[in-house]
């Protein structure tokens, strides 16, 4: 039996959210000493894909009341203003990416650097083989 | 000369909120249930203030516009694809305010053509 393309799209993202839901709630049920039963963890997963709808609309919103087409950590964060402790959180882990947002990328200039360094003492070597293949062939 | 009134926190007239609160509930309500209602106004502004405030900052505003506002209506759930903010309008409020928030062509617009 044939579906159509958005239906079984939307399987396998069901299908995935629900995957990692399993995790998580086993990892939350090892840490509590409690069970979750096949039902609860369906329904979680429900909960989250249909929250991601609400999400996804909200962000969206956000952006374009900030005249911007790209959703950044700024529309997360008025996503999160409701609610004090999710607002901290998130706030905090924001601050961790861009802290290691900003360390890759000096890692990366360090790394272009060197790599430059390299390139040109490289290019120097080849410069001075081909004058020395120049001076061979005259 | 009088005595240096007592500085209140503004606050809509009771009996307005009363006016209102009874024509929507269209049931008899008890004297302190109203007493609760007020307190309700007073937390509900307190909070679309905040609201707003974050919104038009996130606009890069200093100014609250009326987009700032239609997003709030939005997060509320007033506002839908299906209830637009002007249908809401056109439903709540009197004549003279519509007017001033939905600019009607009236010039030229002329019913009766005379001969």
Redesign the interface.
């Known amino acids: 039996r044939e579906e159509p393309a958005k239906d079984s799209s939307q399987y396998r993202l069901k299908a995935a959210v629900h995957y990692t839901v399993g995790c998580l709630c086993q990892e939350v049920a090892e840490d509590k000493g409690i069970q979750f039963s096949k039902q609860t963890i369906a329904a979680i997963s429900e909960i989250t894909f249909r929250q991601c709808e609400n999400f996804a609309k909200?962000l969206e919103?956000?952006a374009r009341?900030?005249?911007r087409t790209v959703i950044n950590s700024?529309?997360v964060k008025?996503l999160a203003?409701r609610s004090s402790s999710l607002l901290r959180y998130i706030t905090q882990k924001s601050e961790e990416l861009a802290l290691n947002n900003l360390e890759q990328k000096e890692r990366k200039k360090k790394k272009s650097s060197a790599a430059k360094g390299r390139t040109t003492s490289d290019e120097q070597v080849e410069a001075v083989m081909a004058e020395s293949e120049d001076s061979n062939m005259a | 000369a009088t005595a240096p009134r007592r500085k209140r926190e503004p606050a809509l007239p009771s009996s307005l909120v009363k006016k209102i609160f009874s024509h929507y509930v269209k049931v008899p309500v008890a004297r302190d249930a109203f007493k609760v209602v007020e307190k309700c106004v007073e937390v509900y502004f307190r909070q679309l203030s905040n609201?707003l405030e974050?919104?038009t900052m996130?606009?890069?505003r200093k100014t609250v516009e009326e987009?700032?506002l239609e997003?709030l209506m939005?997060?509320q759930g007033l506002v839908t694809d299906k209830m637009p903010l002007h249908v809401l309008i056109e439903r709540h409020l009197p004549l003279e305010h519509r007017k001033l928030l939905i600019p009607v062509a009236m010039s030229g617009n002329k019913v009766i053509p005379h001969k």
């Open positions: 909200d919103m956000f009341h900030g005249k700024e529309d008025l203003r | 609201d974050a919104y996130h606009a890069r987009a700032d997003l939005r997060r």
